[in-house]
């Protein structure tokens, strides 16, 4: 093998390695591209998530006051109801029994 034929057969892979380098190159902006399409993805969804679970959290807190508020108008009416007429007394729910 010549000298040329060496200097010629360097250059190709010195072409072909370049070639793949840029490939390579544009394959990782392509990935870094869409690593990022993704984390914003991720944000959006987590600050949905966040959302969701603080009127989750709301909604619990207003079924809690509204079961509270029920029980205490419950006992009233059944006080009063004592007070009216003892024989005639509401019936004990399942909270209000001891």
Request: charged share 30%.
């Amino acid at each position: 093998m010549s000298l040329l034929d060496r200097i010629t057969e360097i250059a190709r892979g010195v072409v072909t390695t370049d070639l793949e380098l840029k490939q390579m190159r544009e394959q990782i902006a392509e990935v870094k591209q869409e690593m990022r399409s993704l984390q914003t993805t991720v944000n959006q969804l987590s600050e949905r998530l966040t959302r969701m679970e603080t009127l989750r959290e709301a909604d619990h807190a207003q079924l809690r006051a509204e079961v509270a508020e029920f029980k205490l108008e419950w006992e009233r009416a059944r006080l009063r109801q004592q007070h009216q007429a003892p024989s005639a007394a509401l019936p004990q729910t399942p909270e209000n029994t001891p």
